[in-house]
Nanobody, 122 residues
Framework: QVQVVESGGGLVQPGGSLRLSCVAS????????MGWYRQAPGKQRELVAG???????QYADFAKGRFTISRDNAKNTAYLQMNNLRPEDTAVYYC????????????????WGQGTLVTVSS
C-alpha cells in the first residue's frame, strides 16, 4: 500500500465531467499498480478502474467508454477522467496502490485515504 491524497471531486450535473487526481507519497510510484475505487452510501466499495505498473488498464463495466484511468510517474499521480456522469456515479472515490504493480480488489487493502466525494445531481 501507499499513502495517497485524492482530489478533484465535486458537484456536477448529469452528463458532466470531472477529473480526479491521486498523489502518492512514494519515491517508487512507477512500480505501483494503481486503482480507483468508489463507495456509495449503503454499498460496498468497488473497483472502478485500475492501471498496472506496465500501464495495462482494467475497467468496471459501468466505467467502460466513460472513464479513463492514466498515470504520470514523474508526478507520482494517477488520474481518473470521468465523462458523461450519471446520478448513480455519486460516491466517495478512493485510490490505492500495490507495490507489486497489480490491480487489486478493494478487499486487498486494509487502509485507505480520505477519498474525494463526487455528487452527480441536477
Amino acid at each position: 500500500q501507499v499513502q495517497v491524497v485524492e482530489s478533484g471531486g465535486g458537484l456536477v450535473q448529469p452528463g458532466g465531467s470531472l477529473r480526479l487526481s491521486c498523489v502518492a507519497s512514494t519515491n517508487f510510484f512507477r512500480i505501483y499498480g494503481m486503482g480507483w475505487y468508489r463507495q456509495a452510501p449503503g454499498k460496498q466499495r468497488e473497483l472502478v478502474a485500475g492501471i498496472t505498473s506496465g500501464e495495462m488498464t482494467q475497467y468496471a463495466d459501468f466505467a467502460k467508454g466513460r472513464f479513463t484511468i492514466s498515470r504520470d510517474n514523474a508526478k507520482n499521480t494517477a488520474y481518473l477522467q470521468m465523462n458523461n456522469l450519471r446520478p448513480e456515479d455519486t460516491a466517495v472515490y478512493y485510490c490505492n496502490g500495490d507495490p507489486k504493480g497489480l490491480i487489486r480488489a478493494p478487499g486487498y487493502y486494509d487502509s485507505w485515504g480520505q477519498g474525494t466525494l463526487v455528487t452527480v445531481s441536477s
